[in-house]
């Protein structure tokens, strides 16, 4: 479970950074109101503009083990395997499977084989931003994404009484387990403009990177049936009759930096449309995983649109 005093110091930070995005958010209103009509020559941005992005993030795989289920996790297989609670249900559901268990006589002699391997899988990416150009093709912006990430893998469960007799892949059950938590993306950075012609231009950038990460679901499915394994007792074993606790967040703030790339359409008056890749050298922070343990690269292919012509509410 959590201790209090790192849902303290994640709590405490989270109301600086909005303060800091607030502050952020008001000089750039407050300089686009101010040059609004101001149109560098050739850029197709300039002063205040928003945008949305859609694209596809590739987590690293580096912090997956999260998901493991090991004894040393936060989220265990044992802990359900070893509770009257649930392990005569996991029991009665590989004996009623194709591949029940042979001389396995109940759900204390259940032995696992093989823990998995988890993997993150790729998936989307979308978010809002505000951004203010300068003449030259100079501008800061601050974005806001974010992503539903699951992690996938399979452990093996023996199926005989003796782990030693298991020869070949009838001596054991495949088991899934499946982990999902949502990411919360905010960068703040400065990115220059580069004129290519035809009203293409190309944009590079880097800058600052704070996430969230909320561990959302961790289960494991056992011959059909799935099994919550996020730690909601007080307690290493979920003893028959133990009542449910208010479960806690079990991921933390990150921060890092970022650089990213973009070819840029420019549509005259309007905005732009972009594509682009970012690339992260970020943290993924979950309860016992921190500092270099956290950090690695996460990639982002995206497509943005901008637009910075507001007459549309005004008369």
Not at 66 to 88: K, M
Not at 126 to 138: A, N
């Amino acid at each position: 479970m959590c201790d209090s005093a790192s849902n303290d110091d994640a709590g405490g930070s989270t109301p600086r950074l909005w303060y800091v995005a607030l502050l952020l958010v008001a000089m750039l209103a407050t300089g686009g109101v101010a040059q609004a009509k101001k149109r560098p020559q050739g850029f197709g941005l300039s002063g205040l503009a928003v945008s949305v992005d859609a694209g596809l993030l590739i987590p690293s795989d580096k912090q997956a083990f999260f998901y493991d289920g090991r004894d040393e996790r936060l989220n265990t297989i044992r802990r359900l395997l070893g509770s009257q609670t649930y392990g005569e249900q996991i029991w009665n559901a590989l004996q009623n499977s194709s591949t029940p268990l042979v001389g396995v006589g109940s759900y204390s002699q259940i032995t696992i084989a093989e823990y998995p391997t988890m993997d993150f899988r790729l998936t989307y990416q979308i978010g809002l931003g505000l951004r203010y150009d300068y003449d030259g093709g100079w501008g800061w912006f601050l974005r806001f994404d974010y992503s539903r990430v699951r992690a996938t893998g399979q452990f093996l469960i023996n199926r005989t009484a003796s782990p030693a007799s298991m020869t070949n892949q009838g001596s054991y059950v495949v088991c899934d387990m499946v982990g999902q938590e949502n990411r919360i993306y905010i960068d703040l950075g400065l990115d220059k403009r580069f004129l290519l012609g035809n009203g293409f231009e190309f944009e590079i950038g880097g800058g600052l990177n704070v996430n969230n990460t909320k561990v959302q679901k961790q289960y494991m499915v056992i011959a059909g049936q799935s099994f919550s394994i996020l730690n909601v007792w007080d307690g290493d074993v979920v003893q028959a009759g133990a009542g449910s606790y208010e479960y806690q967040n079990q991921g933390r703030l990150g921060i890092g930096f970022f650089g990213s790339v973009a070819l840029c359409y420019a549509i005259a008056n309007m905005g732009s449309v972009d594509v682009g890749y970012t690339l992260y050298r970020t943290q993924t922070r979950y309860i016992d995983i921190s500092g270099d343990e956290a950090t690695a690269l996460q990639h982002v292919v995206f497509l943005r649109m901008s637009l910075n012509n507001f007459s549309f509410f005004g008369s």
